[in-house]
């Protein structure tokens, strides 16, 4: 199927390590890509990996690709309270330009 | 512009009336995609242009539901005689070329409320 499953919430307190967990669906998926949408506000793209990585670090972003499990996520370093926010992650279908993407993961960050 | 933009931001209808919802892309993009996200949901395509030509309608709900796009920039999402059920926030998306894993850049999104 095209479902790519995420947990749905995640709460952490400041100053710890967040690790957001995505499983997608096709192996054959170029790049994936993670989204972040604060309240009332679109998605803003956060982070991609390529397909061909393991690991990718932006700062206090690391995203991590298993791509024999099709598993992919977002681990978050010195959480803050502004990063209090819905994530996404996406990957484009197989043979086309859609995004399919996870139902999106609550992250709550308490101070 | 800087970044996709879309209007109204907020709208509010009465059940039964039309409404049109804008989407203005980044200057450039070829491609341009409509999403519903529907409250507790994830994204929900619905329609995607390449130009002014729409190859995938496959997402459309319903044949109340319409889109266009004119001068291969602004895009017109229009849904007509409006159901309770169409309450969402519509997000618009364009990118560069809309090949596969082109990346996509989101507008703020119309939250749309069908009383």
Known sequence: GEDVEQSLFLSVREGDSSVINCTYTDSSSTYLYWYKQEPGAGLQLLTYIFSNMDMKQDQRLTVLLNKKDKHLSLRIADTQTGDSAIYFCAEPTSGTYKYIFGTGTRLKVLA | ?115
């Open chain 2, 1 to 115: 512009g800087a970044g996709v933009s879309q209007s109204p931001s907020n709208k509010v209808t009465e059940k039964g009336k039309d409404v049109e919802l804008r989407c203005d892309p980044i200057s450039g993009h070829t491609a341009l995609y409509w999403y519903r996200q529907s409250l507790g949901q994830g994204l929900e395509f619905l329609i995607y242009f390449q130009g002014n030509s729409a190859p995938d309608k496959s997402g459309l709900p319903s044949d109340r539901f319409s889109a266009e796009r004119t001068g291969g920039s602004v895009s017109t999402l229009t849904i007509q005689r409006t159901q309770q059920e169409d309450s969402a926030v519509y997000l618009c998306a364009s990118s560069q070329a809309g090949t596969r894993g082109d990346t996509q850049y989101f507008g703020p999104g119309t939250r749309l409320t069908v009383l």
